[in-house]
């Protein structure tokens, strides 16, 4: 298993973690109805999703550079494909409702960090399983 392959496991599980908690945490804020002094719990959970992006964005010793330019190729059309693939995600789970719903209807503000939180995990999942996924298929041809 090269860095790439650690990196894109390291970061799966992490991200699914987290989106997991997170998720955990706004079930229950919207269980609440929390308002007011439940404010606080809320900027818990948003400082801790902001925390875990900053540490995975600005760590010193990223795996990435060190790739060497197979890796970096790979890791580059690995992003392209999960930023369209998130893209049309996106576009989807918000234009969707609109169709469905129609102009006039209302939605519940606890759909909001649902959407955030299930794109972040998208954006994440696709763009460390296209990685896993060519690190295989060029292991497989390299045989």
């Known amino acids: 298993m090269n860095r790439l392959q650690k990196a ?3 970061n799966l599980i992490a991200v699914t973690i987290c ?5 955990l945490c706004f079930a ?3 269980k609440r ?9 809320i900027c818990f959970v948003v400082s801790s999703l902001g925390a875990t992006a900053f540490y ?3 760590h010193k010793r990223s795996p990435e550079a ?3 330019e197979r890796e970096k190729m790979i890791y580059s059309r690995a992003f392209m494909l999960s930023a369209g693939i998130t893209m049309v995600f996106l576009a ?3 234009i969707v409702p609109f169709y469905i719903l129609g102009g006039q209807s209302l939605m519940h503000v606890y759909y909001l960090p649902v959407i955030f939180l299930t794109t972040l995990f998208t954006a ?10 060519q690190c295989e298929l060029e292991g497989e041809n390299g045989r």
Not at 124 to 133: D, E, G, K, W
């Open 8 to 10: 894109a496991w390291l």
């Open 19 to 23: 989106v997991a908690f997170a998720g």
């Open 28 to 30: 229950f804020l919207a």
């Open 33 to 41: 109805n929390a308002r007011g002094l439940d404010f606080i719990l």
């Open 56 to 58: 995975f964005l600005y």
């Open 66 to 68: 060190h790739f060497d």
């Open 92 to 94: 989807g789970i918000c």
């Open 124 to 133: 994440q999942f696709t763009h460390s399983v296209a990685i896993l996924i």
